[in-house]
């Protein structure tokens, strides 16, 4: 298993403005994601996010919007740009330990409201 | 048609009872299937995988899997009131092995 931490956990947010979450893993993992949980809404991937390159956007979601950094093996930041409430949602980081993508383990996620 | 279906519910049953929560999945060349709990205000949490046909049982927990049918359940035994939660279907999409969620299904567990 893997220990996760998230911050800022909640934050409301002006719109207009940008926010970075910050997703720290206790452990080195290779595959880490970024998941959007909007209201009553199921899990949405937003990208994975690769140490040392570029992450890689699912369709709909474009780095200028949600820019995301991997340092190392063990942080991650996602940064909500020029938000609006569209984009108040749950923001949920992800890591898989072993090879088997499908068995994740998630940070507490980060709850962002947009006015 | 969505990727993974569920049905959201709520699902309602009595403590005691076995709870039945279903999925079905549209992409035919999946080959992992998992389900996710996660209670209100929470993170979601994997409690069951599965690979292949049949049935695979942990403690109260039974995760059965048709390939054929492309239908995943999840069956929960003496059912508890903290069984009360979300419960989410997952699949990875046999292209990219990226995971998929359903929507997921409310389960009350009334006492």
């Known amino acids: 298993s893997a220990v996760i931490s998230q911050k800022p956990s909640r934050d409301i947010c002006q719109r207009g403005t940008s926010l970075t979450i910050q997703c720290q893993v206790d452990?080195?993992?290779?595959?880490m994601f970024w998941y959007r949980q909007q209201p009553g809404q199921s899990l949405t991937l937003i990208a994975t996010?690769?140490?040392?390159?570029?992450?890689?956007?699912e369709s709909g979601f474009v780095i200028d919007k949600f820019p995301i950094s991997r340092p190392n093996l063990t942080f991650s930041t996602l940064t909500v740009s020029n938000m609006s409430p569209e984009d108040s949602s749950i923001y949920l980081c992800?890591?898989?330990?072993?090879?088997?993508?499908?068995?994740?383990?998630f940070g507490e996620g980060s709850r962002l409201t947009v006015l | 048609q969505k990727e993974v279906e569920q049905n959201s519910g709520p699902l309602s049953v009595p403590e005691g009872a076995i709870a039945s929560l279903n999925c079905t999945y549209s992409?035919?060349?999946?080959?992992?299937f998992f389900w996710y709990r996660q209670y209100s205000g929470k993170s979601p949490e994997l409690i069951m995988s599965?690979?292949?046909?049949g049935d695979k049982e942990d403690g109260r927990f039974t995760a059965q899997l048709n390939k054929a049918s492309q239908y995943v359940s999840l069956l929960i035994r003496d059912s508890q009131p903290s069984d009360s939660a979300t419960y989410l279907c997952?699949?990875?999409?046999?292209?990219?092995?990226?995971?998929?969620f359903g929507q997921g299904t409310t389960l009350q567990v009334k006492p």
């Open positions: 992800s890591v898989a330990p072993a090879e088997n993508t499908g068995e994740l383990f």
């Open positions: 452990s080195q993992v290779t595959m």
């Open positions: 996010a690769n140490q040392g390159s570029e992450a890689t956007y």
């Open positions: 992409d035919r060349g999946s080959q992992s």
């Open positions: 599965i690979y292949s046909n």
């Open positions: 997952a699949v990875t999409a046999s292209n990219t092995g990226k995971l998929i």
